[in-house]
């Protein structure tokens, strides 16, 4: 799925023909910013932005592992109390207008504290799905969970449960705090399953994804299993690309695949992308070797679907990346904690 990503953002990027902006180094090569994300830090450089929306995963240890996991939103829009009150004003529109008289139906909500709301919809029979709504500094955490079998009122208490385990501000995000970090805010508790995805964009079109997941086992096929060879996504469909750089490397502490390619696709000849990836190998899946899946392609369309293209070099857009795989680090919590 990783690398199907990958595949698509290039053939996205082809479908370029009207009048496009152009993306230079101008500002690439300055002030990184660090960031956590997940378990781990990365520097970016100040012209790649984080998105305002960041989402995670997470599971509690002692649950079994088919029991629905807790979706986490993480949206970073300078929440304060009136627009928290807005907020679940509109949110309790829209649920009682998705649903009919048999599924979807809203069928209780309450304020649980200032900064908390619960909402709890039927989506058929004893299936439910609940959702807790937080202020966590100027953030919106938005947490939602599965149940079956009228188990909402458990189901509930773990998404109250992993609120109340949220920290927020910039030190706690700064130094990791001790847990799992998600845009500025930091998940903490006791998890056998946690990850998160983040994405970077620049004004002029480069996007970088970053996929972090703390206790999954690796891809059955590796990064360079699933790029290379006759039944790879680029050769079924036939994309013309040439190899910058395939090789194994060292990222945060741990064996890692690298993958960096220029892919032709577009109306015209010479007309490309740059997709690039790595992708960690462990032994032992952990706090302090977890899963990353890091990408960064060029001539990405912009958020309101402006189309982009590229002029860095091969030898331009290799350095800002090795700039940030090379800033990637554990964070130093989690080399603490067992």
Not at 46 to 67: C, N, Q, Y
């Amino acid at each position: 799925m990783r690398i199907a990503f990958l595949l698509i953002s290039l053939m996205i990027s082809g479908c370029v023909k009207e009048k496009s902006e152009k993306i230079d180094m101008n500002g690439f090569e300055k002030d990184p910013i660090p960031y956590c994300a997940g378990r781990l830090f990365l520097a970016v450089p100040s012209i790649l932005v984080p998105e305002s929306l960041t989402i995670g995963s997470f599971k509690f240890s002692g649950l079994r592992a088919e029991d629905p996991s807790i979706d986490v939103f993480v949206e970073e829009i300078g929440m304060n109390e009136c627009q928290f009150n807005k907020k679940i004003q509109q949110r309790s529109v829209e649920l009682k207008s998705a649903g009919d008289e048999t599924t979807n139906i809203l069928k209780h909500e309450k304020r649980l504290a200032d900064d908390l709301y619960l909402f709890r919809v039927q989506e058929i029979d004893d299936a439910y799905i609940s959702e807790v709504l937080a202020v966590k500094g100027s953030n919106l955490v938005t947490v939602k969970m599965h149940s079956f079998r009228n188990q909402f009122d458990a189901a509930e208490n773990q998404l109250i449960r992993l609120v109340k385990g949220v920290i927020v501000g910039g030190a706690a995000v700064k130094e990791g705090g001790q847990g799992f970090c998600l845009g500025s805010v930091v998940v903490t508790g006791d998890f056998q399953e946690e990850s998160g995805r983040f994405l970077y964009r620049s004004p002029n079109g480069i996007n970088v994804n970053l996929i972090v997941d703390t206790y999954s086992p690796d891809e059955r096929i590796s990064l360079h299993g699933r790029v290379s060879g006759s039944e790879s996504l680029l050769a079924r469909f036939s994309v013309k690309h040439k190899v910058l750089r395939e090789r194994e490397r060292i990222v945060a502490g741990m064996k890692a695949q690298e993958w960096l390619s220029w892919a032709e696709i577009g109306p015209s000849e010479g007309q490309g992308a740059y997709g690039f990836a790595v992708e960690t190998m462990r032994m032992k899946p952990q706090k302090l070797s977890p899963s990353l899946y890091l990408s960064m392609d060029t001539s990405q369309p912009l958020a309101d679907g402006t189309p982009t293209t590229t002029s860095m070099s091969d030898g331009e857009v290799i350095g800002l990346w090795d700039s940030i795989v090379n800033s990637i680090r554990v964070a130093a919590h989690s080399t603490s904690e067992k």
